[in-house]
C-alpha cells in the first residue's frame, strides 16, 4: 500500500507544526487532530494512508484511540505508528499490543521516521 495521506494526531500545536513541515516536505499530505475525539471524528470523513499518534492528550490516550481504530473493521488496516515522549520498553511494547505498527519516542528524527513510513509503503 503506497502511503500518501497521513493524519497527526497531537495535542502540541508545536509538535504538530514540526511533524506536518517534515512530512509535507518528504511529499505527503497532511492533515492533523488535536485530540483522540478530533481524530475519530476525522477517521469518519477522510481515511489516511497512516497516523501518527501521540499518547499523552487530553481525554481518550493514543493507547486506548489505537486500540479502538485497531478494533474497528473499516479503519482496522490503517497503520499507526505511535511517537510519543514515554521511553520505557514497556510502552513500547503496549502500544504494539494496542495495534500500532511501530513505536517512535519524541523528538521524532526525521530520517528514522520517513524509513519507518518507506517500510510500510
Known amino acids: 500500500m503506497a502511503i500518501h495521506t497521513i493524519l497527526i494526531v497531537d495535542d502540541s500545536a508545536t509538535e504538530r507544526y514540526y511533524l506536518s513541515e517534515m512530512l509535507v516536505r518528504a511529499g505527503y499530505a497532511v492533515f492533523t487532530a488535536q485530540d483522540g475525539a478530533d481524530a475519530l471524528a476525522q477517521l469518519k470523513q477522510a481515511r489516511p494512508d497512516l497516523i501518527l499518534m501521540d499518547v499523552v492528550m487530553p481525554g481518550a490516550n493514543g493507547f486506548q484511540i489505537t486500540r479502538a481504530i485497531a478494533r474497528d473493521p473499516?479503519?482496522?488496516?490503517?497503520?499507526?505508528?505511535?511517537?510519543?515522549?514515554?521511553?520505557?520498553?514497556?510502552?513500547?511494547?503496549?502500544?504494539?499490543?494496542?495495534?500500532?505498527?511501530?513505536?517512535?519516542?519524541?523528538?521524532?528524527?526525521?530520517?528514522?521516521?520517513?524509513?519507518?513510513?518507506?517500510?510500510?509503503?
Do not use: F, H, N
Open 74 to 121: 473499516e479503519l482496522q488496516d490503517v497503520p499507526v505508528i505511535i511517537c510519543s515522549s514515554k521511553s520505557q520498553e514497556t510502552d513500547r511494547i503496549w502500544g504494539l499490543r494496542q495495534g500500532a505498527r511501530d513505536y517512535l519516542v519524541k523528538p521524532v528524527v526525521e530520517a528514522e521516521l520517513l524509513a519507518k513510513i518507506a517500510a510500510l509503503s
